[in-house]
């Protein structure tokens, strides 16, 4: 004789699931800005630490181009233009 009593459970389950669509705030090395303005310029703009700016400047200048930030587009756009406005090359992508 079997005791044991199986239970089965079916649960629909909703998977609600939101997509955003991220984009990257390229920023573009030139000959004109310095060192300290574009790290002021990340620090001001898109809220880094010195030490992430200082890291992002670099990779600026040595490989021509660096991701300063990621998110959605309306914020990105409103940080390239004031990057664009303090002399900076810079593409929301």
């Given amino acids: 004789m079997n005791t044991a009593t199986e ?16 984009r990257n705030l390229v920023v573009y090395n030139d000959d004109v800005n ?10 001001d703009v898109c809220n880094h ?15 021509g181009k660096c991701v300063v930030k990621m998110g959605e587009f309306e914020a990105l756009a409103g940080m390239c233009t004031a990057i664009h406005d303090r002399g900076i090359s810079a593409d929301v992508v």
Avoid: G, M, N, R
């Fill in 7 to 22: 239970i089965q459970y079916e649960d629909d389950v909703l998977l609600l699931e939101e997509t955003t669509d991220v």
């Fill in 49 to 63: 630490t010195s030490e992430q700016a200082e890291q992002c400047t670099l990779l600026i200048h040595y490989k």
């Fill in 34 to 43: 310095t060192f300290d303005h574009v790290i002021e310029t990340l620090i």
